[in-house]
C-alpha cells in the first residue's frame, strides 16, 4: 500500500525557516517523480514544487522561487521541502504527492499545516 | 503560464442525476489533464488521468473527456458518497489546477 506521511508543519512567524518531510512506503521511492502541493485555508489547491526521480532536475512555481527548496533523499524514501523567508501567504496545508512521472498525482499524504504569522 | 479555468465553481444536484463540470485551458494542452475528487477534510484523490483514463479503484460512474483547450468531468447517477469539491489540473507544461467546483446534494 502506497503511504505518503508528512511532518514538520507548525507555527512560524515571518521571515523564518521550516523544513517539511515527506516519509514514503509501499513503492519503490527511486522511480517516481515527486512534488508538494498547498491548499490555503478554503481555497483550491496550488502546485508548489517538484523533482525528477533522481533529483537531477526540479521546478518551481514564481512565487516560492528562490525561497524554497526540494530535496529528496532515495535512500530513505524521503522527500523535503526548506521553505526560507516564509511570508503569511504561504501559510496552507501542504501535501506531498507521488508524481506518475511528469503528469498527474496519483498519491497524496493526509498533508501537514503550516502558518506564518508573527 | 497555462491558466484553467473550472466551471461552474459551485453545484447543487439530486441523488441519481447526471453531472458535468467542465474545464478550459488557456492554451491546447494535449490531453494532460487530470481530475481529483476532495471531500471535506480529507486529502485529494485522483480520479481521471489523460483526459479520459480512470485511476485504479474509482467508480466507473466517473469519467473524462475533451481535447484540445477544453475538458469535462462526468458523474453519473449521483451518489451521496460524491459530495465533494472537485479540481481539474493540466500537467502539459508544468503544473496548473482549476479553481474547483464545490458539488453539494440537492
Known amino acids: 500500500e502506497v503511504q505518503l506521511v508528512e511532518s514538520g508543519g507548525g507555527l512560524v512567524q515571518p521571515g523564518r525557516s521550516l523544513k517539511l518531510s515527506c516519509a514514503a512506503s509501499?513503492?519503490?521511492?527511486?522511480?517516481?517523480?515527486m512534488a508538494w502541493v498547498r491548499q490555503a485555508p478554503t481555497k483550491g489547491l496550488e502546485w508548489v514544487a517538484s523533482?525528477?526521480?533522481?533529483?537531477?532536475?526540479?521546478y518551481y512555481r514564481d512565487s516560492v522561487k528562490g525561497r524554497f527548496t526540494i530535496s529528496r533523499d532515495n535512500a530513505k524514501s524521503t522527500l523535503y521541502l526548506q521553505m526560507d523567508s516564509l511570508r503569511s501567504e504561504d501559510t496552507a496545508t501542504y501535501y506531498c504527492?507521488?508524481?506518475?512521472?511528469?503528469?498527474?498525482?496519483?498519491?497524496w499524504g493526509q498533508g501537514v499545516m503550516v502558518t506564518v504569522s508573527s | 503560464d497555462i491558466q484553467m479555468t473550472q466551471s461552474p465553481a459551485s453545484l447543487s444536484a439530486s441523488l441519481g442525476e447526471t453531472v458535468t463540470i467542465e474545464c478550459r485551458a488557456s492554451?491546447?494542452?494535449?490531453?494532460?489533464l487530470a481530475w481529483y475528487q476532495q471531500k471535506p477534510g480529507k486529502s485529494p484523490q485522483l480520479l481521471i488521468y489523460?483526459?479520459?483514463s480512470l485511476h485504479t479503484g474509482v467508480p466507473s460512474r466517473f469519467s473524462g473527456s475533451g481535447s484540445g483547450t477544453q475538458y469535462s468531468l462526468k458523474i453519473n447517477s449521483l451518489q451521496s458518497e460524491d459530495v465533494a469539491s472537485y479540481f481539474c489540473?493540466?500537467?502539459?507544461?508544468?503544473?496548473?489546477f482549476g479553481g474547483g467546483t464545490k458539488l453539494e446534494l440537492k
Open positions: 492554451e491546447d494542452i494535449y490531453n494532460g
Open positions: 489540473q493540466q500537467y502539459y507544461n508544468y503544473w496548473t
Open positions: 509501499g513503492f519503490t521511492f527511486s522511480n517516481y517523480y
Open positions: 523533482i525528477t526521480n533522481s533529483g537531477g532536475s526540479t
Open positions: 504527492t507521488r508524481d506518475q512521472t511528469g503528469s498527474a498525482f496519483d498519491y
Open positions: 489523460n483526459a479520459n
